[in-house]
Nanobody
Framework: QVQLVESGGGLVQPGDSLRLSCAAS????????MGWFRQAPGKEREFVAI????????DYAGSAKGRFTISRDNSVNTAYLQMNSLKPEDTAVYYC??????????????????WGQGTQVTVSL
């Protein structure tokens, strides 16, 4: 497992952008796929995006395609989620997660064995 710490959340207006960061400790970051999930009040945690260990392949939830970009920098053990054109329905706690299946694209939380504490994103006028 790795220790994960998210940052970058906040209160923004519709149409604004935010970049979330997920800093990882440990030596296995570069061998792990990294994902972002979110959970809104009263709703289940849902998949947002994933990037495999090499960074050469990504996948997104339909709600994120075209607006969000996941990336990683293995030299500094950090994953990112760039969120553009934010909408009120993007309001949620955003979690980063690490999967030991480094080359596998998964949207299931059960495939991830390490989770951060979450960062709140609120999109409102």
């Amino acid at each position: 497992q790795v220790q994960l710490v998210e940052s970058g959340g906040g209160l923004v207006q519709p149409g604004d952008s935010l970049r979330l960061s997920c800093a990882a400790s440990g030596r296995t970051f570069s061998s792990r796929a990294m994902g972002w999930f979110r959970q809104a009040p009263g709703k289940e945690r849902e998949f947002v995006a994933i990037i495999i260990a090499s960074g050469h392949r990504t996948d997104y939830a339909g709600s994120a395609k075209g607006r969000f970009t996941i990336s990683r920098d293995n030299s500094v053990n950090t994953a990112y989620l760039q969120m553009n054109s934010l909408k009120p329905e993007d309001t949620a706690v955003y979690y980063c997660a690490a999967s030991p299946k480094g080359t596998y694209i998964s949207t299931s939380p059960s495939d991830f064995d390490s989770w951060g504490q979450g960062t709140q994103v609120t999109v409102s006028l």
